[in-house]
């Protein structure tokens, strides 16, 4: 039953096409193109056209490369190529997502991932071309992967609701910060041990998140303008009605009822999220939870 539950929900979230759905699926299908043309690429003896593929979707820390391939800096965090690292990051994405999408609205979502990707990218590239420990691999270094776009919304809802608690297995109910502090203190002390150029971007990605979160608490949203612009140009690409249907009522709302309406929605809405600060996520019925959900979406 748990697992027909679990699977029935995950279903759902997908079914109902929400921003973060779209996110991960993009994720999940760039992950399988790019490994079925690894695949051809291999079984034709096609030499050098898999690296090839991973250096012109992948984002270069050489300045040159990145002024011949400007896309790059957008492609790379879609680009997954090893399954434990897609993996992590849609989990990571799912629950942070989630969470981020409840309490600041999944119409900044979008945006802070792009934004946190492309601080990652930044970070990575500045920290390569700067510092002497990476000077013999500069110039043909790439990093890939959703980790700072990803890291950039969980350090951000962590820094928003710092003291939510988020269950984990075996170890029980831990806050959001610890388990953001947890991320970025990893990140650091593995720079020397491998991937340093991954860990630099996560780093990136987190630092965005750190600035926008405090942006929002100081009433500044900028990731809620560049959405904006976003959800216009993805309405140029959104499938158009064939025909409308118009609904009249026999009388037009007055000001005094639609207050009314907007105060009790409003009173539903902190009860929720009382309940959620009290006994977490999980606790909530799966009617609180489309409450939830379709306050995220607007």
């Known amino acids: 039953m748990i697992q027909q539950s679990i699977l029935s929900e995950i279903k759902q979230f ?15 299908a760039v992950f399988v193109l790019i490994n079925l043309l690894r695949v051809f690429f291999f079984l034709w003896n096609i030499d050098g056209a898999g690296d090839a593929l991973t250096h012109w979707l992948g984002v270069s820390s050489n ?4 002024l011949h391939r400007p896309w790059t800096l957008l492609t790379y965090m879609f680009l997954h190529l090893d399954f434990f690292h897609i993996l992590f990051n849609m989990v990571v994405l799912y629950v942070g997502g989630r969470l981020f999408s409840d309490f600041i609205g999944a119409d900044r979502l979008t945006a ?13 590239i500045v920290s390569f071309n ?14 890939l992967g959703a980790s700072a776009s990803v890291l950039a919304i969980f350090i951000a809802i962590a820094v928003y609701m710092p003291n939510y608690q988020l269950p ?8 959001l910060k610890y388990i953001a502090l947890f991320f970025v203190v990893l990140d650091v002390i593995s720079i020397d041990k491998g991937n340093p150029g991954g860990h630099l971007a996560h780093l990136g990605g987190a630092l965005w998140g750190f600035i ?12 809620l303008v560049i959405g904006f612009y976003l959800g216009k140009v993805g309405k140029l690409f959104s499938r158009k009605p064939r025909f409308t249907v118009e609904y009249t009522r026999d ?14 929605h409003q009173k539903r809405i ?24 379709r306050m995220g979406g607007k």
Do not use: C, M, W
């Open 112 to 124: 802070t991932y792009l934004i946190g990707g492309l601080a990652g990218a930044v970070f990575y």
């Open 63 to 66: 300045l040159h490369v990145i």
């Open 212 to 223: 926008y979160a405090s942006l929002l608490k100081a009433g500044k949203d900028p990731a």
């Open 130 to 143: 700067i510092f002497p420990a990476f000077r013999d691999v500069v110039a043909y270094a790439v990093a």
């Open 14 to 28: 997908f079914v109902r096409g929400s921003v973060l759905a779209r996110l991960i699926g993009i994720n999940v």
């Open 270 to 293: 902190d009860k929720i999220l009382d309940k959620i600060s009290r006994s977490g996520y999980e606790s909530l019925t799966k009617e609180e939870k489309e409450i939830l959900f």
């Open 251 to 264: 009388r037009p709302v007055t000001d005094e009822e639609y207050n009314d309406q907007r105060a009790e």
């Open 168 to 175: 984990l297995l075996l170890l029980g109910r831990i806050r």
